[in-house]
Each structure stands twice: as C-alpha cells, then as structure tokens.
C-alpha cells in the first residue's frame, strides 16, 4: 500500500526565554494511501505540533530538530518555499479547531471558498463559482447562494466548519489534516462533520491525519491510531487492536477514562498527575510519573518500540507482563455506535 506520508525520526524544539525545549521527540509513522490515521492525547502532547508541521505552519520559535516527511517522494521540510505553497493548500490543506478565527471575517464565504482555486488552478470567475456552489450541495449544504453570499459570522458554528471542510476539499487533495475540527461543536452537529468526513474519505479516496483527545470520536472515524504523550507515541497500531487490546499504562488510563452508560453515577476515573510542561524535564518515558507500574528503569532509559502483532507496537517497559490482558469491552470500546457516532451518512 502506497504511503501517502511518511515522518522519520522527526523532532521539534520550542524556544522559551532564550532556552530550548524538546516538544516533538523522534517519531515515526506512515498515512497511507486512502485511509484515516488518528493521534489522540491529552493537550500538550504534541499532536498539533505534529500536525503544523506538516502543514508547514510553525510559529518562529518552534523549528525542526531532526527527522525528515516525506510526500510523494518529496521531503516537506527541505523543499524550497516556493514549492511548498503549490503543495499547501491544493496537495495538502488543514481544517483547524476553530472556523471562526480561521475564516476572514471581512469576506464572503463564496469568495473564500474560491480563493483556493483561484490560487490552484486557471479556472474563470463564473467556473470557480460553479465549482464551489457544487461542491456546497455535495457536503449537504443547500441553499448555496444564501451560504455564498454570507460572510463568516451570519453562519451557525456547523456550517461554518462545513466552509472549513469546503476550503479544504475543493481541490481534492491528497492528504487531508483535521485538528480536532469538532471540539467546538454540539454534540449532533459533531456526528454530522464526523459523517462528512468519512464520506469524504469514502467516495474520493482522501488521505486523512485526524487530531483529537477523544478516544470515541477516533474509534469511530480512523482506521489506525497514535497515542501520543509528551511529545512521544506510546502506542499505535489499527484502531481495533489498540482499542480492544490496549498494552501501554497511558493508553488504558484513557480508555478507563471514558464515561460510559454502566459507570452512571459513579465517580468518574481519571489518570493522577497532569501533563508535563514542555519547559519541564521528562525523564526517557515521559509517562513514568504519573504510571501506576512504573519501574526504576522507566526514569533511567528509554523503551524501545516493541512489535505486537501486524501494525500494533508500543514503547513500554511492561510489555510482557500481562500486556494486552484487558479487552476493549472493559473500558466501554465496542466501536462508533457506543460514543452516538455511526460514522456513516447522519
């Protein structure tokens, strides 16, 4: 199967009042060609980051410590930048958490939506709008003109992240980003770009990293998944197996987060301790102060990734020790329907 991209031993550094600071360090993974990879954790993790970095979007103080991404053949972070905005928005385009700071409150949504082609391909004026009317009514929008004619603010919260979606989509590229598009969405109007989403993948193939730090809008939508903690990936492999036989202590801790129908009225589980600042010093595994079994090794060196079974591996001293002993019907994990997602057409 073609790898659509590929991250090789990438690191980011962030600069703070003149110091560095590790916030990305040394991971690797693969989005293949035509599928849905998921990287959830908590904030502060890394994962948008990540993400910016692919997209080319870092802030001046974050920069590249090693590694290389590779698309299509190309490495992202070596390319000229005059190369990297042909790719960027045509090959390569991002849906951010938040449509309303994203989209230019002083212009239509029409001539948003049209920008991008207009930047990406020769089409006329009254091409470029027929293009984007279609694609509209595509995505379930149907009063197009009205929604072309509206600049951002007169839209609800959902529609606007339909533009988003729109913006993204309309010059078919080959990978798709989402950093946690649903956050700031109601629960219903989530389901409905969830849906969108994996219609989109469906029908034109579309490649798609997808950020979140919930675990049930990830099983619901992506085919593989990255767990990542302080700027490491604890665990991946296919959505089912890291789900149904989770192996790392961070993993299971968020899994055993997830408030579910049988835990009503109890106290909700959560992991003690908080996240790592990135200005603060990790010991090699990042997660040993906060992991019910850690061990004297896990603050003296690192664990290597440790293969599973087909995509499943992790980085975890316990791995052999009743590792993958708890099934995913003991956190609640029984697939897209549990968490009210269907992942099909709402």
Request: with cysteine; proline share 6%.
């Amino acid at each position: 199967m073609e790898k659509v991209l590929r991250v090789e031993d990438f690191s980011l550094e962030v600069e703070i009042n003149g110091r560095a600071y590790t916030a990305v360090d040394g991971i690797h993974f693969h989005v293949n060609e035509g599928e849905i990879l998921g990287i959830v954790g908590e904030s502060g993790c890394g994962k948008s980051l990540t993400a910016l970095a692919v997209q080319g979007l870092l802030a001046p103080n974050v920069r590249v410590k090693s590694g290389r991404m590779l698309f299509g053949g190309e490495d992202l972070l070596a390319m000229p930048a005059a190369r990297r905005r042909e790719i960027n928005g045509r090959d390569i385009t991002m849906i951010f958490q938040e449509p309303m700071t994203s989209l230019n409150p002083l212009m239509k949504v029409g001539r948003q939506i049209g920008e991008v082609l207009a930047l990406h391909s020769r089409l006329d004026r009254k091409e470029i709008h027929r293009r984007s009317a279609e694609l509209l009514e595509e995505i379930g929008i149907y009063d197009v003109e009205r929604i072309l004619a509206s600049y951002p603010h007169q839209l609800s919260g959902g529609m606007r992240q339909r533009v988003m979606i729109a913006m993204a989509v309309i010059c078919s590229p080959r990978l798709l980003i989402a950093d946690e598009p649903t956050t700031a969405l109601d629960v219903t109007t989530q389901a409905h770009v969830l849906a969108l989403l994996k219609k989109i993948n469906r029908e034109h193939g579309t490649s798609m990293l997808f950020i979140s730090h919930d675990i049930g809008v990830i099983s619901s939508l992506c085919d593989r998944m990255l767990v990542m903690y302080g700027g490491k990936i604890m665990e991946k492999g296919c959505t089912q197996d890291v789900l149904g036989q989770p192996v790392h202590e961070y993993t299971k801790g968020l899994l055993n987060s997830i408030p579910t129908r049988e835990k009503k009225g109890a106290p909700l589980n959560c992991i003690p301790g908080r996240v790592p600042p990135v200005t603060e010093q990790k010991p090699p595994c990042p997660f040993a102060p906060r992991c019910p079994a850690a061990q004297e090794i896990c603050s003296r060196q690192a664990p290597a990734e440790t293969p599973l079974g087909g995509a499943h591996a992790a980085s975890c001293w316990n791995i052999g020790a009743g590792a993958g002993a708890s099934g995913g019907d003991s956190f609640g994990i029984s697939g897209g329907d549990s968490f009210g997602i269907s992942g099909g057409e709402a």
